[in-house]
């Protein structure tokens, strides 16, 4: 597991902001379902990659999670990955 990571390792305040949702996928990462949500995955995260305040997110060396067991309690892996962190709220806010 890697981890992309820009800036600086704390900001000031020597604090960091990290929001953590986590998801279960209604089928498995390669179902025909989930077509539209994979083709997104990767503007999805280069966005995120170029946006101010960006910090880190979950990956593997070519840059995705999908093949990841992000939760040693996630058998079946249908927990999707936490989503990137973020310097401050209002980095979160202005990426949208």
Request: hydrophobic letters at 45%; zero cysteines; glycine letters at 6%.
């Given at each position: 597991?890697?981890?992309?990571?820009?800036?600086?390792?704390?900001?000031?305040?020597?604090?960091?902001?990290?929001?953590?949702?986590?998801?279960?996928?209604?089928a498995?990462?390669?179902?025909?379902?989930?077509?539209?949500?994979?083709?997104?995955?990767?503007?999805?995260?280069?966005?995120?990659?170029?946006?101010?305040?960006?910090?880190?997110?979950?990956?593997?060396?070519?840059?995705?999670?999908?093949?990841?067991?992000?939760?040693?309690?996630?058998?079946?892996?249908?927990?999707v990955?936490?989503?990137p962190?973020?310097?401050?709220?209002?980095?979160?806010?202005?990426?949208?």
């Open positions: 597991m890697t981890a992309a990571h820009h800036g600086s390792s704390l900001v000031p305040g020597g604090v960091e902001l990290a929001q953590v949702n986590i998801a279960r996928l209604r498995p990462i390669n179902d025909t379902l989930l077509v539209d949500f994979v083709a997104l995955l990767q503007p999805v995260n280069a966005a995120a990659d170029a946006a101010p305040g960006f910090r880190w997110r979950l990956q593997d060396e070519s840059g995705d999670a999908t093949a990841l067991l992000a939760f040693e309690w996630d058998a079946d892996g249908s927990a990955p936490p989503p962190t973020s310097e401050d709220v209002r980095s979160i806010v202005q990426s949208d």
